[in-house]
DNA sequence: GTCTATACAGAGATAGAC
DNA sequence: GTCTATCTCTGTATAGAC
């Protein structure tokens, strides 16, 4: 039984890997097989099919670090730490592009976001509605505390989610190609630093001079 | 002649769209055949193989419109225009994921963005590159003008291009699923004009009251 | 230039021995 | 649970008639 597990476990994964790498429909079931030590048939002996090693993969996603950007914490309880809030969230996005387990998800994501219904509702519910949501209640309850200026929170939402989402596909496309991901990486900070700069309340006195 | 570029064109336009809507991988030659009316041995005739196709569409997407968001004019042309200028660039956004055209390039890049090393360069340098380094010497201009604050052009650019890449990534996707796009749509405009407000130069008198 | 026919390879999936 | 063997289907590509 715990040997059935390890070998299941590591089919999941090989697949994973490979969906993520050249995509679902470009990864067969014989090189999956490779991957794991064992021949192509006996991978029937843990998933129905191909789909179901697929369906998988997507059932898991929500239980994993890629949408996890607030660590399972309430924006009430956290949003007074403010511009360390911002910079710990933008830090999660970067360890995402450069953690091999969450990067293999994300980029497994990407490619097959056209392909996949299922993986769309994901994306669209766990990965984005819900991370906006939560950092529109962030930015909501910063303006009360007038930390940051009075606007529409679900824009400052989308405006500081939308960079640090090209940022991270940046760096993952960067790796596809082994190119250099240090100019990439540098910008979560600098996006980070510019965003708050600009929607935080300034005193009166440090203006200009 | 006449009607053999005719053949060819439809071809190549059934793949493309195609290739956009399922992938490279999981179209094949006699869906595209059926599209255009033809046996997928004709297909042939006009193509050497299959990724021929591919490649020739790849090779026309350096002279599409996907990437021409500043419409061939030079950055110290137009710099002046200010938030006009900006306003027309992410109008220009917008445009590309409601173009049947353009949308359909755009998300034939996103499916095969990972797939293909020779797309990716063109991702690279001509939509992602030199649009940014455009920007940035729009930004440069402005902030010499003392039309906007100083500060770092490149990171300017970056920062107000994610945005327009991210919520055209979410127009094209929400198509996908024939959901409404109205609300992401407003996010252009709204981006616009919440960018230009944090970095342009404000008049001593009108700060706050 | 398109058709029918066919070759050939690769893929997913099942059967049955061990 | 894994193996070999095999079935079946699908896909790319070519040959040759019209």
Redesign the interface.
């Known amino acids: 039984m715990s040997k059935t597990a390890g070998t299941k476990k590591k089919i999941y994964e090989a697949a994973l890997r490979l969906f993520a ?3 679902y ?2 990864t067969t079931m014989r090189e999956i097989g490779k991957e794991v030590g064992i021949r192509q048939s006996a991978i029937y002996n843990h998933f129905k099919n191909k789909e179901a090693i697929l369906d998988e993969i997507i059932d898991n996603l929500a239980k994993s670090n890629l949408i996890n950007i607030f660590e399972d914490k309430e924006p009430k309880e956290i949003y007074k730490k403010g511009k360390a809030l911002l910079k710990q969230i933008s830090n999660m996005f970067k360890l995402i592009s450069y953690n091999t387990e969450t990067d293999t998800l994300f ?1 497994f994501m ?2 097959e ?3 996949n ?1 299922r993986l ?1 509702v994901f ?2 519910e766990e990965f ?1 509605q819900k991370n906006v949501k939560k950092l529109s209640v962030v930015f909501f309850l910063m303006m009360q505390d007038e930390m940051i200026e009075a ?2 929170p679900l ?1 400052l939402a ?2 500081f ?3 640090l ?3 991270q596909l ?1 760096i993952v ?1 960067l790796k ?2 082994n190119k250099s991901t240090a100019a990439a990486a540098t ?1 979560f900070e ?2 980070t630093d ?2 708050w700069d ?2 935080r309340i300034k005193e009166k006195n440090s ?1 200009l001079f």
């Open positions: 790498l050249k995509g429909k470009a980029r990407m490619q976001l056209f392909n219904e769309r994306y669209n984005y606007t529409d824009l989308n405006e989610f939308a960079p989402f090209f940022y940046q496309r596809a190609d910008l600098k996006h510019f965003f600009k929607i203006t």
